[in-house]
C-alpha cells in the first residue's frame, strides 16, 4: 500500500513539472513567430498590447529617409503598416504591424516607437505592450513597458543593412 502512495506521488510530481510552460516547449530555440499577427519580414516591427476596450496605441517606424509609416501613413519605402488596432475594432486581437519583404528595406537607422493616442472608454486607462524588431523570424529587439497618458515612449533605433 505505502509503495503504491510513493509510486502515484512520483506520477504526480513528473507531471507538475512537465506541465504546459511556454518556456518548456522552445528547446532553447529562438521564441516562434506564432504568436505574432501579422506579415513576417526583414525587418518587422510588432506591437503587442493589453486593454484594447479601452486604450489606443500606435504604432510609429521612422525609415532610414525620414518617412514615418503609421496608422494615418501606412505605407512608405517598401515598408506597410498590415495590421491596425483601434479600441475594440481589433478583429486580430491588440496588435500592430510593420513589415518589409525581404530585400526590399532601405539599409540604414529606423526609429520606433509607441504613441498612446488615446483612451477609449476610461480617461487615464493604462496599458502594457511588448514592442519587438524581428529579422525572418528571429526576434532581435524586444522593449516593454507601461503607457497610462497621451504621449509617446522613447524613440529606439535599429540598423539594417541588406
Not at 496588435?95 to 472608454?121: L, R
Not at 532581435?140 to 503607457?147: A, F, I, N, V
Amino acid at each position: 500500500m505505502k509503495r503504491n502512495y510513493l509510486m502515484l506521488a512520483m506520477l504526480l510530481f513528473s507531471v507538475s513539472f512537465t506541465s504546459c510552460n511556454k518556456d518548456d516547449d522552445s528547446d532553447g530555440e529562438e521564441e516562434t513567430m506564432d504568436e505574432l499577427v501579422g506579415q513576417d519580414g526583414n525587418p518587422r516591427f510588432n506591437l503587442q498590447f493589453t486593454n484594447a476596450a479601452n486604450v489606443d496605441l500606435d504604432l510609429y517606424v521612422q525609415t532610414p529617409s525620414g518617412a514615418i509609416i503609421y496608422y494615418g501613413n501606412q505605407t512608405a519605402d517598401a515598408g506597410t503598416l498590415d495590421v491596425d488596432c483601434l479600441c475594440e475594432e481589433c478583429p486580430q486581437g491588440p496588435n500592430e504591424n510593420i513589415f518589409w519583404e525581404n530585400g526590399t528595406a532601405p539599409s540604414g537607422t529606423y526609429k520606433f516607437w509607441v504613441d498612446y493616442f488615446g483612451a477609449c472608454e476610461e480617461d487615464g486607462a493604462s496599458s502594457n505592450f511588448t514592442l519587438r524588431v524581428v529579422r525572418n523570424g528571429v526576434v532581435l529587439q524586444t522593449k516593454t513597458g507601461t503607457m497610462n497618458s497621451e504621449g509617446t515612449t522613447e524613440q529606439w533605433t535599429f540598423e539594417h543593412e541588406n
